[in-house]
C-alpha cells in the first residue's frame, strides 16, 4: 500500500495549458495528496491520544457502537481509505506503463498487503495481553515495532545487500520470538496470538489488496472501477439491509472496499477530466459527487441500521466518501491553484512517511509506561487534554520528520 506516496500524474494537454489563465489549470502532479494525507495522519494520532482524556466534547469522540451518529473521530480512519484510493493509481499506472509483468507487479501488490496485515495482526493481540506473559506489554509493543522497521523501512539502494538481508531477517526473527512469547486471554485461560479482527493496518491491507488487483486487472479501467464501486456499495446496503445474512470473506461488508474504491474512481476521474483540459468541468463533478454522496448518506440512515462507524453502516460509508471528495477539492484548489502548501509544512512528514509516524505513538506510549510517566491532571481532561493531544500529534509528525531526514522511514 501506497501509504506515503507520489502525486497524481496526468498528462494536460497543450490546448488546455494556452486556454486558461497561467497558474489557475489543474496541475500535472497533485501535491494535495500528500497534503491531504498529512492532514488526516495528524487527526488520527490526536483522535487516538484524547480518547484518553475525559471531560470532552461528545463530538471529537467515537460515536457508540449501539448509537446512530458520527463524531469526528469517526471520519479520520474512511478517510484515510478513501486517501488509500487515491494513491493507488499512479503506482500502479507507473508499473504498467513500463511493461513490468503480470508476476512482479501481483507480487508488489501482495507484498504490500501482507506487510500490513502483518502489523495489524501484531496490534490487534496487544488488546488481550496478559499480565501473566514473560514480558510487560509495553516491553513486547517496543520490540514488535522495532521489528517492523527492521523488516520495511526503506534501505538503501547503496546499502550492502548482506547487511540489508541481515537486518531484515533479525526482525523477521524478533517477530517469531514475540509471537512465540505472547500470552492473551483471561488468567484462568490464556491464549496464543489469533486474529480477533485484523486491526487499522490490517484493514487497509485487505482493502488494498482488493481494490489494487480489481484496479490492476481491469487496466485501469474507469467504468470497472464506477462498477466495482457500485457493487460494493450494494453488497453493504444489501448486509445492512438483512437481504444478505453473512459477511463475505475478505470484504467483509464491503464498507472498507467501497471507500477505497471510491477514492480509485476519484483519482482516475481527475486524470481523465485534468488531462482534456475540462477544468471546470471537473470542478462541478466533484462537488456533484461529493453533495450526492452525501445526501445519499442521510436518506438511507433510516433503512440500512443508521449512522455507525463501528458496524460500517452505509451512511456512514457514503458521508465520509462525501466529506472525502469535498476536501480533497477543496485542498487541490488550496494547495495545487493557489500554492498554499506552506500552510501545512509543520505536518508534511504525516503525508511523506505515514507509516512510520503511525508506529511511533506505539514506542512513544510505551516508553512513557516503563517511564512511570504521567501528564499533569490538566492535561488529562477538559481542554488541557484537547491541548495536550494537538501537542503529541505535533511531537510524534516532528519525530517522523527528523527520522526522514536521517532517510529512516517505512515504505511499503
Known sequence: MELSNSPIEVAVS??????????????????????????????????NDVS?????????????ANEDGLGFADTIFPIFLFIVGLSIPL?????????????????YILTRSIALLVMGFFHVNLESYSKLAILPAAVWEIFITVAFFLIWIDYPDKMNKSKKYFLQGLGILTLIIMAYLFKGGKPEAPVGLKPYWWG??????????VCAFIYFLSKGNLWAQLTAFVVFMIINVAF???????????????????????????????????????????????????????????????????????????AWVAICIGIGILVFELLIYLVD????????????????????????????YSIYTLAGFHYPKFFNEGAGGIIRSFLVAFFVIWIAGLLEKRKIRLQI
Open 52 to 64: 484518553g482524556v475525559i471531560n470532552i466534547p461528545g463530538w471529537i469522540e467515537h460515536v457508540k
Open 200 to 209: 487499522i493496518l490490517g484493514i487497509i491491507g485487505w482493502s488494498y489488496l
Open 240 to 314: 445492512h439491509t438483512h437481504v444478505l445474512k453473512f459477511s463475505l470473506w475478505v470484504i467483509g461488508n464491503a464498507a472498507s472496499v467501497s471507500l477505497t474504491m471510491a477514492g480509485i474512481v476519484i483519482s482516475l476521474l481527475y486524470k481523465e477530466l485534468a488531462g482534456k483540459g475540462k477544468d471546470k468541468i471537473l470542478w462541478i463533478l466533484f462537488a456533484a459527487f461529493g453533495i450526492v454522496t452525501l445526501a445519499f448518506g442521510l436518506l438511507i440512515r433510516p433503512y440500512a441500521a443508521g449512522i455507525s462507524k463501528i458496524r460500517a453502516t452505509p
Open 337 to 364: 491553484i493557489k500554492g498554499k502548501q506552506n500552510m501545512f509544512k509543520w505536518i508534511r512528514p504525516g503525508g511523506t512517511s505515514t507509516l512510520t509516524t503511525y508506529l511511533i505513538p506505539y514506542l512513544l
Open 91 to 107: 503506482a500502479l499506472m507507473k508499473r504498467m506503463k513500463r511493461g513490468d509483468s503480470f508476476y512482479k507487479t501481483s507480487t
Open 14 to 47: 497543450k490546448t488546455s495549458v494556452t486556454t486558461v489563465p497561467q497558474g489557475k489549470q489543474l496541475p500535472r502532479r497533485l501535491l494535495s495528496i500528500d497534503v491531504f494525507r498529512a492532514i488526516t495522519m495528524f487527526f488520527m494520532i490526536f483522535v
